[in-house]
């Protein structure tokens, strides 16, 4: 799976997700990408959330959605990856990833996989990683 | 508001020995979305390019390079969502698309809808003048590789991915 989250000079935020889902899948077996909430959401009022890991959980958890709502309680975009990645593993036994931007700018790129490529550009400067701790 | 960009090539397994090429991928993603913001161009088009990127970079689980079904062919999903306006559209288990996140952009701009599914995504695609390509395309090599591994006796794929994402 692959996706992106930005958000624009006039302040407007957007997320994509894309996927050939499972290997050795049941043919017109859906996951989560295509479902809204799950595989991605996105709210100028909140942020946009892309996602990414085992569809069924994520689908359980309309993670993406979750993520938000956690982030408008107060959390920070960093705060919310992980709560929501934790919820998934704590309620459903669920892997994977999210990566998160904020109408302010915050920005994570969080998982609860072992790994994970991500990359991100902010005030022209680019930075990325694959493993925890990058 | 100065522009950010976020992007992720998926949480699945990674090849040691392709490490490289991940990293240089998902950077030749986010800057491609990022020169679009830099450019004044929306977040909507910035993440559409920037997963187009990836969809048409084989090590990718998307577009060309996909993973296979159990019948040996490409079934694929995409979203997008403008933050402006809740507006989305998406499509899935599509066949012999290039880039179907540029198929779910056009079903979130040309139809009163938010989902259009196989046989009725490929007719709007049609529709909409985006050119089908031969199933073979999008097939890599590693893919075709994984699918025959997991289809030998004993072999679980659903098991072996569990914790990987």
């Known amino acids: ?134 | 508001m100065k522009p950010v960009i976020v992007v992720h090539g998926g949480a699945g397994t990674i090849v040691k020995e392709y490490e490289d090429q991940y990293r240089s991928g998902v950077n030749r993603a986010a800057l491609k979305g990022y020169n679009v913001l830099k450019q004044g161009g929306s977040a909507l088009t910035a993440v559409e390019e920037a997963v187009v990127v990836m969809e048409d970079d084989t090590l990718f689980n998307a577009g060309c390079g996909s993973v296979l079904n159990e019948e040996g062919e490409v079934e694929m999903d995409a979203i997008i969502m403008d933050g402006k306006n809740l507006a989305s559209g998406a499509v899935s288990a599509v066949r012999c698309i290039a880039n179907p996140i540029k198929l779910a952009r056009l079903v979130m701009e040309k139809t009163d809808h938010m989902l259009l599914t196989s046989k009725g995504a490929s007719l709007f695609a049609k529709s909409q003048g985006i050119q089908e390509v031969p199933g073979e395309t999008l097939i890599s090599e590693r893919s075709r590789e994984r699918w025959k591994t997991n289809l030998k006796p004993g072999s679980n794929p659903v098991v072996s991915q569990i914790g990987l994402g």
């Open chain 1, 1 to 134: 799976t692959v996706g992106a989250v930005a958000i624009d000079s006039e302040g407007n935020v957007a997320c994509a997700t894309s996927t050939g889902g499972l290997t050795n899948k049941m043919v017109g077996r859906v996951g989560d990408t295509a479902c809204i909430g799950s595989g991605g959401y996105a709210d100028n009022i909140v942020g946009a959330v892309s996602t990414t890991g085992h569809g069924e959980s994520i689908m359980k958890m309309v993670l993406a959605k979750q993520v938000l709502h956690y982030m408008e309680q107060g959390m920070t975009a960093e705060e919310a990856a992980e709560a929501g990645l934790n919820t998934m593993k704590t309620r459903v036994d669920g892997f994977g990833g999210v990566i998160v931007v904020s109408r302010s700018g915050d920005w994570a790129a969080k998982f609860s996989t072992k790994q994970m490529t991500w990359a991100v550009v902010k005030a022209d400067v680019l930075q990325f990683g694959i493993y925890h701790n990058e």
